[in-house]
């Protein structure tokens, strides 16, 4: 079953997110508050697939509780809801480990979007991995794409799904330019609703993951008027 975990403080939102979620087959579990969302996803840390996390909350808003989420699970996938004002709330969700972000007001219809591209995503992580070529070792790092894991020397790196997939469009196409839009439609889909600089928040978090000097990048380099790639040293 798709189950989601909505933390919302406003009923009436709340309501509309999980009539239009449950109409299309996902499991909803909702939450008024941050406290209570990390209470209830404690007591079944391994079935939530997706939460989808208002970021004005009295209390325990909803960066506290990505951050808190994303201890606790890489594969989570969360979904951050912003107003249409908080431009800064939107990198600031993206940079502590959420997935994507929802600008309010939204309809049914965008909402669902986003929900079924990232659910995807997430139910890779558990589908059944290539049976050839499982590994990808360039330099210094490993891609494992059986476990759906990356290791630099030997250590490995955190990654969400998200940052994993961006990842593996990198080792697969080593030292060759990637623009932005490739990478979205790569990753998010080619329907997707939201704007291009998703994709360079999450290369700078990645950067942040896998980069000896993040403000001087030597593996994922930016290539000027078109995007990025993978160098290979």
């Known amino acids: 079953m798709k189950k989601i975990l909505i933390v919302e403080d406003e009923e009436a939102i709340r309501e ?25 996803y404690d007591t079944d840390p391994d079935g ?27 594969s ?16 600031s969700g993206l940079m502590i480990g959420a997935d994507d972000y929802i600008t309010k007001p939204f309809s049914p219809t965008e909402l669902l979007a986003r929900v079924d591209s990232l659910y995807r995503r997430v139910a890779m992580n558990t589908a059944k991995a290539p049976a050839v070529s499982d590994e990808i070792t360039i330099g210094k790092f490993t891609l494992n794409l059986r476990r759906r894991t990356l290791s630099k020397e030997g ?29 979205l439609h790569k990753v998010w889909g080619s329907n997707y609703f939201g704007e291009e600089k998703i994709v360079d928040v999450n290369i700078r978090r990645l950067r942040m993951k896998i980069e000896d000097n993040p403000s001087n990048p030597q593996y994922l ?6 995007g990025y790639k993978w160098a290979l040293l």
């Open 16 to 40: 509309f997110e999980a009539i239009n979620l449950k109409r299309v087959g996902y499991e909803t579990v909702e939450a008024g508050s941050g406290e209570e969302a990390l209470m209830l």
């Open 48 to 74: 939530f697939d997706i939460a989808l996390l208002d970021v004005m909350m009295p209390g325990m808003d909803g960066f506290a509780v990505c951050k808190e989420l994303r201890k606790r699970s890489d």
């Open 76 to 91: 989570i996938g969360i979904i951050m809801l912003t107003a249409k004002s908080q431009e800064m709330d939107k990198i």
């Open 155 to 183: 250590r490995n790196i955190e990654l969400t799904q998200v940052e994993f997939q961006i990842m593996e469009y990198f080792f697969t196409n080593p030292d060759t330019a990637l623009g932005r839009t490739d990478i």
């Open 221 to 226: 380099v930016t290539v000027w008027g078109m």
